[in-house]
Each structure stands twice: as structure tokens, then as C-alpha cells.
């Protein structure tokens, strides 16, 4: 299916990314690496409300699975983190690395386990409590499980894409301005935007396309687009052990007895730029209670949860619960709706019904960083190819959700 016939590589472009994070930076990256990218005539401009990755793509946990959903993107993605971290050493600069993953259940302190299958426990992992274990089911293998740091990645990618010449502006998107022709009906024109320097100063940055990549933003940009937002805390700790934190990558169910029952997510990190010490991030499940704030530097962390979290993970651990917290906290997600445990739900990417030169490309939902290469390598295909070449996502038209 042909997207975008009427423009071809040697006619100038103007690409407006909306959004720094992973998708949108991805986005940016791949159009540079595109056979047809010629930056005499092909400009490219992220527009970022914050920073780059302020949001869950700068503060999710980072794990990548091949067999992560939806499964026409997620196998290209997982291949292009990999193919992303051999060419530009993401080992060092992004701590990606294959891991274990699997599912557990915990018993936090003062609760005996007398029930738990010591023979399905991997001997390495010992940075829990031994006796917490109550059960350990393996979900990823290295085979088909990494993980990245997401913050780190988001940024490398940033700064490649400025070296092939993309423009990176931090300013506040607050409206897409349209244009109409006889022959092609309505078009995008230019995004309107308030620089952060000059928060008081409307401009207008003219575009032959433009790509809202926005999260959970995208909606405030595009109504049509109806998103939730779930909003999830986590943080960041420096466990207190000379040993080697082995990769394995927990999807947890505590039973803590100051907290009760909590699902976090629990990965460990090797060294990396940040820092020169491994690391352990945990995230709490996510809540629905909280309005969208008009930026990602607007998100308030809130104390009783990032509590709530760091009880129930050290009352299971003793690197965590004698260690350092390092950071605290808080992003939102883009989601369609509310779905089952491994239930295919978008994202949504591709061309906005109705209007020339407009692309959308959000609601990547827990899977944001995993599939944000691959989301970015296809969004780059549909606007200078017409279509997407590297796998069939048919099925991600925004035509199914708008």
C-alpha cells in the first residue's frame, strides 16, 4: 500500500517529529540511515516539550523479548536493538546485554517458605533473600531476552541523529496549523510552538510532514487519538554487595508484611555511563488516579508510592534493603485501553485518515522502548518509501483506532 505517491525523494521535505522520546528519536535516527535521506534537501526537526526522554522512555525499566507483542514489530524491533548496539557500542553506552526473565513469587520478611522448588532456581541468583523464594517460573531466555537502559539509549540515538544534521528543539507544541489545495485536500502546514526559552513567544515551524510521536501527549495534539495514560513510579538503588549482580529480570509478586501483595518489576543494571556501580530499578505496578500533566516535567512523584515500592522489594532483599536509593521516580504511558497480559492492543502507526503529510505513531503501551526502533525504522519507510518495507503492520493503520 502506497502512503505518500505524490512525494517523491527528490522533492524537498521538511519532517516535524513531535516528541523526543524513544519513537521519536528512533524516527529521527532511521530517516538519516534512509537510502533516499538527502540532507540538502531533507530537513528534520524534533520538538520536545522537556528533554530528551523525560518520560517513560528515559525512566522505564528497559527490557526487550522478542516475543514481546505485537508480534508483526516486536521480532524487527529486538533484531535493531541488536543491530543498533553492535554498530555503535550500546554494551558501554547503553548497558544492553541478553538477560534471564521470569516470573516469581516472594515472601518478604518474617514469613517462612517452606514450599518453594529449590531445583528450578538458577544458582547465580542470590541477591534475594533465599528464603522469600516461593516459586520461580522462567518467562525469557538470553536467547530471546535483553534489556537496555532506556534513558542512555534514547540519548545516543538523539545525538547520532543530530550529527546526520537533525535539528532538536526544546519547545511546547500546542497546535498543528493545516492547508488546503485543490489537488490534494487537506495537508499539514506547520506546528505551532512556545521555545522554552521563550515560553511567552508563539512560533510557527512550517512542515511538508509531521510525525506526532507525543506518548500519551499525542491526544492533547490529535483529539481524534483517544489514549489512556497510566501512570507507574519506580526507582533506582545501589544494592550493598561486592558480588555481581547476576541478569535476571523479575516479574514479581510480593508478600510483604508492612505493604501486603505488590506486582513490581525488578531489574538489575550493569555499570553504565550514569554510573560505575551496578544498579537495581523496580517499578510499581501502574495507577489510573492521576490527570495528565501538560508536560513530562510536569509529573509529581508521589512519596507513599515510591514508599509503598521500596518496602515491599527490601523486605525481600538485603542488597536493596541495606543499599542507596539513587533516584526516585515517576512517568506515564501511552495506552489504547486496558488489556489482558500478552493481549495484542496496537500501538497505532501510520498515516492520519484525511490529512496529507500527517503521521502518528503512539500507544506503544508497556512496550515502548522494546519496539521504539522498530516503530521509528517503519515510520521512516512510510514517509520516504510510501510504505513500510521491513515488516507487515497492517494491522497498526491508525485507520483501526481513529
Same mark, same amino acid.
Given at each position: 500500500m502506497n502512503l505518500c505517491a505524490m512525494d517523491s525523494s527528490t522533492q524537498a521535505r521538511n519532517t516535524v517529529i513531535i516528541g523526543g522520546g524513544i519513537v521519536g528519536?528512533?524516527?529521527? =535516527?532511521?530517516?538519516?540511515?534512509?537510502a533516499r535521506y538527502d540532507p540538502a534537501i531533507h530537513k528534520i526537526t524534533v520538538l520536545e516539550a522537556s528533554e530528551i526522554a523525560a518520560g517513560s522512555s528515559g525512566k522505564g525499566g528497559g527490557f526487550l523479548a522478542s516475543w514481546a507483542t505485537p508480534k508483526c514489530l516486536a521480532p524487527l524491533s529486538y533484531e535493531l536493538h541488536k543491530r543498533l548496539a553492535n554498530e555503535h557500542?550500546?554494551?558501554? +553506552?547503553?548497558?544492553?546485554?541478553?538477560?534471564?526473565?521470569?516470573?516469581?513469587?516472594?515472601?518478604?520478611?518474617?514469613?517462612?517458605?517452606?514450599?518453594?522448588?529449590?531445583?528450578?532456581?538458577?544458582?547465580?541468583?542470590?541477591?534475594?533473600?533465599?528464603?522469600?523464594? +516461593?516459586?520461580?517460573?522462567?518467562? *525469557?531466555?538470553?536467547?530471546?531476552?535483553?534489556?537496555?537502559?532506556?534513558?542512555?539509549?534514547? %540519548?545516543?540515538?538523539? /545525538?547520532?541523529?543530530?550529527?546526520?544534521?537533525?535539528?532538536?528543539?526544546?519547545?511546547? #507544541? +500546542?497546535?498543528?496549523?493545516?492547508?488546503?489545495?485543490?489537488?490534494?485536500g487537506i495537508r499539514v502546514g506547520s506546528v505551532s510552538y512556545t521555545p522554552q526559552s521563550q515560553a511567552e513567544n508563539e512560533m510557527p515551524l512550517p512542515a511538508s510532514d509531521i510525525v506526532v510521536a507525543a506518548g500519551p501527549w499525542t491526544s492533547k495534539l490529535l483529539p481524534r487519538v483517544k489514549l489512556l495514560s497510566p501512570k507507574g513510579h519506580s526507582m533506582v538503588i545501589q544494592p550493598n554487595t561486592n558480588r555481581t549482580i547476576s541478569p535476571h529480570i523479575?516479574?514479581?509478586?510480593?508478600?510483604?508484611?508492612?505493604?501486603?501483595?505488590?506486582?513490581?518489576?525488578? =531489574?538489575?543494571?550493569?555499570?553504565?555511563?550514569?554510573?560505575?556501580?551496578?544498579?537495581?530499578?523496580?517499578?510499581?505496578?501502574?495507577?489510573? %488516579?492521576d490527570d495528565l500533566p501538560s508536560r513530562a516535567a510536569d509529573t509529581v512523584i508521589q512519596k507513599e508510592e515510591i514508599d509503598k515500592l521500596y518496602k515491599t522489594v527490601s523486605s525481600v532483599s538485603s542488597v536493596v534493603r541495606d543499599g542507596k536509593v539513587i533516584a526516585t521516580q515517576a512517568c506515564y504511558k501511552?495506552?489504547?485501553?486496558?488489556?489482558?497480559?500478552?493481549? /495484542?492492543?496496537?500501538p497505532?502507526?501510520?498515516?492520519?485518515?484525511?490529512?496529507? *503529510?500527517?503521521?502518528?505513531?503512539?500507544?506503544?503501551?508497556?512496550?515502548?522502548?522494546?519496539? *521504539?526502533?522498530?516503530?521509528?525504522?517503519?515510520?521512516?519507510?512510510?514517509?520516504?518509501?510510501?510504505?513500510?518495507?521491513? #515488516?507487515?503492520?497492517?494491522?497498526?493503520?491508525? +485507520?483501526?483506532?481513529?
Open positions: 528519536i528512533s524516527t529521527a =535516527y532511521f530517516l538519516t540511515r534512509h557500542g550500546g554494551e558501554k +553506552k547503553w548497558g544492553h546485554r541478553t538477560v534471564h526473565a521470569a516470573e516469581v513469587k516472594l515472601r518478604g520478611r518474617d514469613h517462612t517458605n517452606e514450599d518453594a522448588d529449590k531445583d528450578d532456581i538458577p544458582a547465580d541468583f542470590d541477591w534475594l533473600d533465599p528464603e522469600s523464594i +516461593k516459586s520461580y517460573h522462567p518467562v *525469557g531466555t538470553p536467547a530471546d531476552s535483553a534489556q537496555v537502559h532506556p534513558f542512555l539509549l534514547t %540519548n545516543a540515538l538523539a /545525538e547520532l541523529a543530530e550529527q546526520s544534521g537533525v535539528n532538536i528543539i526544546l519547545g511546547h #507544541a +500546542k497546535g498543528i496549523n493545516y492547508a488546503s489545495s485543490d489537488s490534494s523479575l516479574f514479581a509478586e510480593i508478600q510483604s508484611p508492612d505493604v501486603g501483595t505488590l506486582t513490581p518489576d525488578i =531489574y538489575p543494571r550493569p555499570r553504565d555511563s550514569l554510573h560505575s556501580f551496578e544498579t537495581i530499578y523496580t517499578s510499581a505496578p501502574d495507577s489510573y %488516579n501511552a495506552q489504547i485501553r486496558k488489556h489482558e497480559e500478552g493481549e /495484542e492492543v496496537g497505532i502507526v501510520g498515516p492520519v485518515p484525511g490529512i496529507r *503529510g500527517l503521521w502518528v505513531a503512539t500507544g506503544l503501551d508497556e512496550w515502548g522502548v522494546q519496539n *521504539g526502533p522498530g516503530v521509528g525504522l517503519l515510520m521512516s519507510e512510510m514517509i520516504l518509501d510510501g510504505e513500510a518495507r521491513s #515488516a507487515d503492520v497492517r494491522a497498526l493503520d491508525p +485507520k483501526h483506532w481513529i
